[in-house]
Every structure is written in C-alpha cells, then in structure tokens.
C-alpha cells in the first residue's frame, strides 16, 4: 500500500511523533510510506517539507507568507498561500492509495481545499485535539459553542487568550470558521480516527458526525525501547539519588499553560518534605529560574532519543501529569509501558489509562490539594508502587502496544478505499 501522511511537524511534539511512528512501521511491513510535513526537523528519505514542492521563486515565497502572515494574524483568515495547495499536483500525492491527515493547524494548510484532497483519494483524518470541529481553538475547555456555532469565542476575545492554542488573532472570525468547515465536511467523505473514547464521543455531537467513519484507535508505543529497566543502575548512570524520591515531568515546552507544570511546582510546596524530592524535567523551557526555586531539579531539555526517554522514565518513582485539557498525551503511554505510576487530573482521555489504585492517581482537575495528595500517598507505600508499576506494564502490552495500532490503522485504510471503489 502507497500512503502519504501530513501534519504540520515531522517528529516534534505529540502528534508528530504519533505520525512517524507509524511511518516507520508501515515501511517495516513493506508498505510505501512517506510525510509531507511544514517542519522536517529531520533528515530522512520518504520525509518532505511542503515548501519543497513550491515551484515559486523564492523572492515570490518569502513576499506570500509574510502578507500571508499578516492576513492571518488581522482577521483571523486562514492564510490564502499555501504550498499544501501543490500537493495535489505533486507525484507522491498522485501515487499514493490514501492520505492520513494529523495536525493541519499551526497556519501551514489550507483547510479550504479538504474537499478536493477527498475527491481525489481517500481520506483517513486522525484528530489529535478539536480544533477540526471549532471555529479556532485545539481545546474548548469549559465552552461549548463548537456544538452549535462558534461565535464571540473565549479564548480570541475574552481573558483566556494566553490560553489559547493555537495563537489567537486579532479579529474573531470563529463563526466563519466553524461554518466554512462545516460546509466542507458535507463535501468530503472523511474517515475519522481518535485515540481517546472522550475525543470521540466529541466528534459524535460536532460538525464531523456524518464522517464516512468514526473510529478510535488508541496511539502505539514500541514497547520494546520503553520498557522497564533497572533502576537503581539508570539513576547511578545519571548521577541521582538512589534512595531519594524522583519524579518526572515532561512536556514539548514546559511553560505550556495547558500542561500544568506551575500547579505541579505548587503541589510539590505542600509536601512534608519537598526538598526531599528530586524533580526531573523534559522539553523546552523559557520559564524564569526562580519559578523552580528550592526544588532538586534536573532539566534534560529537549530529548528525541527514545531510548534515553525510557531511562529517565524508569529513573523516576512517578509521572506527573498535571494537564488542564488533553487527549491521549504519548508521554502517558510511554510513562505506563515503562512501569511508573502516574499522578494526573482526570481530563480529557487521561481518565481512560489510569486506573486509580492500579496504574496511578487521578485528581479534579486543577486541583492541587489532591494532586499533592496523590504524588505523597503513593510515594509513601513502596509495596504500592511496585504493584503499580506491573499494572502498568501489563496495561501497556495488552492495549497500546504499537503494532496493534499499525493493524488498525492498515484496517481503516483498506476500508477507506474499498468505500471509494
């Protein structure tokens, strides 16, 4: 089978990842896979950026998306230059039996021209967020507007802009939006795929209800790189305590608004002991220095390396996940095949994979007394976190294993195209 997937990065972020890995499995099974990305972050064969196949001059490109920035931040309008536009006229899109859609927001697609990337090949959309049923944003939270209409949206206009994913206009046009993308979802025969039950269940009452198909599949892990491992050898190896208690916070940038992390710092402030605790910290961060003042700190910055993921997960005691709103976050995942417990706030998929008492803790979300309340209680019980982390693992083999996602998604495909024929 000949498939080509798009997204906005190649391997950055959770969504990228989730994109690659499946790349790289398809190719081992001997599938033709191959990406279209705005951002290649990395060098590889079968890998694209869009801005490869634009035949323009590249005075003419720079002159497009600076006025094409400009529009886009003003009015709110999806940028009218798209390199995405000449994927339709590219060989790879050509040869390809289906095309899997990932992220297509961030401003590098037209999502105007969706109907005629459905008419011309089968179309397989895995939502990550919700952004596909909104008039703007990637999470709703509280709103409900994207059921009926968006309009006035919260998170443009009112106080929730430093919120919003992704960056908000200057102009609210969430109602054009919403209703332009529910006109050309009427025009496209689209099968779409989520990983959580909750993202589901979301697509079930929007815009997308009358998909060709609406279908979950967990995301994948390759439960032979995360996988448990010695850990009193891992944490001499990175120089850390061995006797101390260690916890681990990862994020593709930590000062994410979203992911929490100020509510994990002032959790860790109500334990008896919290200079006792020795933080582990992955991703970008721009945050100030003194928000992470008297804490043991260890910031490993951006890591890719999936094998060293896997050491600093089974270096740690547990996972914390303080996210405000999420779908089926990798890190999750990878934390669980790894066989560490995990402390989040029950939003979103997150109530999905974590079994309290079993695999982890879930707290209300926001809510830090009991966050701290569960980081403590299961630090405190060593029997308790050697239960847990075999829960974790047993839950990781038998449901998220990275192979039982590639079959699924191979089912989808062969669905997709047998409903064209």
């Not at 989730?18 to 951002?39: D, E, P, S």
């Not at 010695?230 to 916070?249: G, K, T, W």
């Not at 020795?278 to 220095?289: E, S, Y």
Request: hydrophobic share 40%; glycine share 6%.
């Amino acid at each position: 089978m000949n498939i080509l997937q798009i997204s906005s990065n190649a391997i950055t972020g959770g969504a990228a990842r989730v994109m690659y890995r499946l790349h790289h499995g398809f190719r081992k099974r001997g599938h033709h896979a191959t990406i279209f990305a705005q951002w290649r972050e990395i060098d590889e064969e079968n890998i694209y950026c869009i801005g490869q196949i634009d035949d323009r001059s590249r005075s003419a490109n720079r002159i497009a998306r600076v006025a094409a920035r400009i529009a886009d931040k003003a009015i709110g309008e999806t940028r009218f230059y798209h390199a995405t536009s000449r994927i339709l006229d590219s060989a790879l899109f050509k040869s390809a039996d289906v095309i899997q859609f990932h992220n297509l927001h961030g401003g590098f697609f037209n999502y105007k021209i969706i109907s005629e990337f459905a008419a011309a090949k089968p179309i397989v959309w895995t939502l990550h967020d919700m952004w596909a049923f909104t008039g703007h944003c990637a999470y709703a939270y509280d709103c409900m507007r994207w059921q009926t209409g968006c309009h006035t949206c919260p998170q443009i206009r009112g106080d929730r802009r430093q919120w919003a994913e992704p960056t908000p206009t200057w102009m609210d046009r969430s109602a054009q939006n919403w209703q332009r993308k529910q006109t050309l979802y009427h025009q496209s025969q689209l099968h779409i795929v989520t990983p959580s039950e909750w993202l589901r269940n979301l697509v079930s009452m929007s815009i997308l209800s009358d998909a060709a198909s609406i279908r979950g599949i967990p995301n994948g892990i390759d439960i032979d790189t995360f996988r448990p491992l010695d850990r009193l050898q891992i944490r001499r190896e990175l120089h850390l305590p061995a006797n101390a208690s260690v916890i681990l916070f990862s994020a593709d940038r930590i000062e994410s608004r979203r992911k929490g992390f100020p509510l994990l710092l002032q959790a860790l402030q109500r334990l008896k002991t919290p200079e006792s605790i020795v933080l582990l910290t992955v991703g970008h961060n721009r945050m100030h220095k003194s928000a992470l003042q008297g804490f043991q700190r260890r910031d490993f910055g951006r890591v890719d390396d999936e094998a060293q993921l896997a050491r600093l997960y089974n270096a740690a005691d547990l996972f914390i996940l303080p996210s405000l709103a999420d779908n089926q976050p990798l890190v999750l995942l990878e934390s669980l095949a790894c066989g560490t417990p995990v402390v989040a706030f029950a939003v979103g998929g997150i109530p999905e994979m974590i079994e309290p008492e079993r695999t982890g803790f879930l707290a209300s979300p926001g809510d830090v007394a009991e966050l701290a309340v569960g980081i403590e209680t299961i630090l405190a019980e060593d029997d308790l976190r050697a239960r847990m982390r075999q829960n974790c693992r047993d839950l990781a083999v038998h449901k998220y294993d990275l192979e039982m996602q590639i079959d699924h998604y191979l089912a989808v495909y062969e669905q997709a195209i047998t409903m064209r024929d």
